[in-house]
Every structure is written in structure tokens, then in C-alpha cells.
């Protein structure tokens, strides 16, 4: 079945780290680009960060340059966020979504995974 | 950045009747690189139209979108009891920094 499963998310102090994983299967995982959306509560989706489908090129969005790393291991289907200096405004649901065919970054996204809950609060 | 503005915010209406959504970008969005997505509670987003107008695998053909350029429309034909959830734009010419509507809830009235 072709599916995305994403874990790691949690409770965390401001300042605090986390790392997320999404664990793939059913598609050639290594061929697409993979990105992190993130969707506040209550509020709309936000694009977090993508990686090439060889993890030669990275992107992020401005507001977690510096802060998150994205990564991943073809052997293991799986796409990693690590998030460190955690902000209360980056709680939210984190989904990785599968990027679109001939995309080398990214482009739409045509398969999401449910997401993993980030609260950040002390 | 192109910022996406979508209309109405909540769209109140039956089963059986005809749904029409509008996202108006900033700026041109380039190729018509403009896709539609559905989310139910709880739920990662669903694909549904690539390109402004393509389909994506398994949707059906009571979803079409249309529109180039600054103004796109996903009209639902005839709403299924299924199809009440929030519909989210993206432009995607600017890949991978793409940017997403705020969403239209469409209710059952």
C-alpha cells in the first residue's frame, strides 16, 4: 500500500528539540523529493522544508532557517526532521507529503501522511 | 511571494447542489502551476487537480478546476455528502517554496 506514517512528535519546552520521522511505502521512495507542510491549530497548511530525492539539495522556509534540518535515508524510506531552539509558534501538525513526478524539489504534493502533533509550551 | 487569497471563507449549501471555489493569486502563477487539495478532520490533505485542471488518480469527475494566470476555480459539480470538508490552493511555480490559500469550508446548510 502506498502510504506515509509520520512519528516523533510530542510535548517540548521552548528551546527544546525534537525529531521527526515519516516512514514510506508502496512508491520508489529514493525518485521523489520529499517535503515537511506543518498546519497550526486551527489555521491553514505552510510549507516547512523539502529535500531532493538524493538529498543533494535542501530548502527551507524562512521562518525555521537555522533552526530545523531535514534528512533522509533512501535504505530506510525514511524522511527525518530534526528541530532544535523549538518557539511556541511552531506548534502545529507536521505532515510530509510526497512530491510531484519530475520535480526535483518538490512541486504539488499528490500523497500526505496523517501527521504528527508538535506542542511547544512550558 | 505570491499570496493566495481564497473566496468564500465558508460555503453553506446541500447535498446535490453545485460548489464553486475561487483562489486569486498576487501575481501571475507561472505554467498554471496551481493545485487543489480537500482535508477532512483529522486527515492529511488529499491531491485533487494539478495543473489548474488535471485530475489527480481516483478523484471523481465531479471535481474539476479551471483558470490561469491571477484566478483559479474548483467547482464541484454535485456535492456528495463526502465532499463537505476544507479545500486549500497552492501555487507550486516557485517549487519548492510554495505557497497555500487560507482554505474554504464548505458545510452542509
Known amino acids: 500500500e502506498v502510504q506515509l506514517s509520520e512519528s516523533g512528535g510530542g510535548l517540548v519546552q521552548p528551546g527544546g528539540s525534537l525529531r521527526l520521522s515519516c516512514a514510506a511505502s508502496?512508491?520508489?521512495?529514493?525518485?521523489?523529493?520529499m517535503s515537511w507542510v506543518r498546519q497550526a491549530p486551527g489555521k491553514g497548511l505552510e510549507w516547512v522544508s523539502a529535500?531532493?530525492?538524493?538529498?543533494?539539495?535542501?530548502y527551507y522556509a524562512d521562518s525555521v532557517k537555522g533552526r530545523f534540518t531535514i534528512s533522509r535515508d533512501n535504505s530506510k524510506n525514511t524522511l527525518y526532521l530534526q528541530m532544535n531552539s523549538l518557539r511556541a509558534e511552531d506548534t502545529a501538525v507536521y505532515y510530509c507529503?510526497?512530491?510531484?513526478?519530475?520535480?526535483?524539489?518538490?512541486?504539488?504534493?499528490?500523497?500526505w501522511g496523517r501527521g504528527t502533533l508538535v506542542t511547544v509550551s512550558s | 511571494e505570491i499570496v493566495l487569497t481564497q473566496s468564500p471563507g465558508t460555503l453553506s449549501l446541500s447535498p446535490g447542489e453545485r460548489a464553486t471555489l475561487s483562489c486569486r493569486a498576487s501575481q501571475s502563477v507561472s505554467s498554471s502551476y496551481l493545485a487543489w487539495y480537500q482535508q477532512k478532520p483529522g486527515q492529511g490533505p488529499r491531491l485533487l487537480i494539478y495543473?489548474?485542471?488535471s485530475r489527480a488518480t481516483g478523484i471523481p469527475d465531479r471535481f474539476s478546476g479551471s483558470g490561469s494566470g491571477t484566478d483559479f476555480t474548483l467547482t464541484i459539480s454535485r456535492l456528495e455528502p463526502e465532499d463537505f470538508a476544507v479545500y486549500y490552493c497552492?501555487?507550486?511555480?516557485?517549487?519548492?517554496?510554495?505557497?497555500f490559500g487560507q482554505g474554504t469550508k464548505v458545510e452542509i446548510k
Open positions: 495543473g489548474a485542471s
Open positions: 507529503a510526497k512530491g510531484s513526478p519530475y520535480s526535483s524539489s518538490g512541486g504539488y504534493f499528490d500523497l
Open positions: 497552492q501555487q507550486y511555480g516557485n517549487s519548492p517554496r510554495g505557497t
Open positions: 529535500i531532493s530525492g538524493s538529498a543533494g539539495s535542501t
Open positions: 508502496g512508491f520508489a521512495f529514493s525518485n521523489y523529493a
